[in-house]
């Protein structure tokens, strides 16, 4: 079936750097969309993209408009309340579509 | 805007009972979602609404697990004979049909 590819599964940053999560897809898909979990658990939405690069602050995400098979979000100048689990989902074109296909996750610990 | 309820947000079950958990999507949207968030399987998409009508329960469990949407205003899924393994965050979602999706808090179900 359809999969997304989510990397790295964790990453820890130091306050005031910069760096990219990635998620690859295995087919092409219609969109995509990035959430933060917080500790209670609660998925924020951070970018819904059909296609094109979408700006907010210091996050960044892009999908490729080409092929359609990644995104990434860029995170610039981590600050400590970027701490937590970023998921990307992904919808596809076939089926019923609108079912986002959830990556595993990257766990985010920004560090003073 | 409230966004989306879900009720309610933690639930203890004694195994072989049923569970009842309830989502109140944000007003106007058309498409409702289940979720499942575990450890293990991570997030698991259960089943969607359009318009209240079902379009796909491919993820749901083909037993015991049934979801309902009687009114435009809220949804509930219902697991009848709870088992230990059926311990997870559920999670429901709306969304204009094709648009970006936005997630209630999630109920913590714990079978014990």
């Known amino acids: 079936g359809d999969q997304v590819e989510q990397s790295p599964s964790a990453l820890s940053l130091h306050e005031g750097t910069d760096s990219a999560l990635r998620c690859n897809f295995t087919t092409t898909m219609r969109s995509v969309q990035w959430f933060r979990q917080n500790s209670r658990g609660s998925l924020i939405s951070l970018f819904y993209?059909?296609?094109?690069t979408k700006e907010n602050g210091r996050l960044k995400s892009a999908f490729d408009s080409k092929e359609r098979r990644y995104s990434t979000l860029h995170i610039r100048d981590a600050q400590l309340e970027d701490s937590g689990t970023y998921f990307c989902a992904a919808e596809d074109y076939g089926g019923s579509g609108n079912k986002l296909i959830f990556g595993t996750g990257t766990l985010l610990s920004v560090k003073p | 805007n409230a966004g989306v309820i879900q009720t309610p947000r933690h639930k203890v079950t004694g195994k072989g009972q049923e569970a009842t958990l309830w989502c109140e999507p944000i007003?106007?949207?058309?498409?409702v979602f289940w979720y499942r968030q575990t450890i293990v399987q991570g997030l698991e998409f259960l089943t969607y609404f359009r318009n209240q009508a079902p379009i796909d329960d491919s993820g749901m469990p083909k037993e015991r697990f049934s979801a309902q949407m009687p009114n435009q205003s809220h949804s509930t899924l219902k697991i009848q004979s709870t088992q230990p393994q059926d311990s997870a965050v559920y999670l429901c979602?709306?969304?204009?049909?094709?648009?970006?999706?936005?997630f209630g808090k999630g109920t913590r179900l714990t079978v014990v």
């Open positions: 979602a709306s969304s204009l049909t094709g648009m970006e999706v936005f």
């Open positions: 007003s106007g949207h058309s498409a």
């Open positions: 993209l059909a296609s094109g």
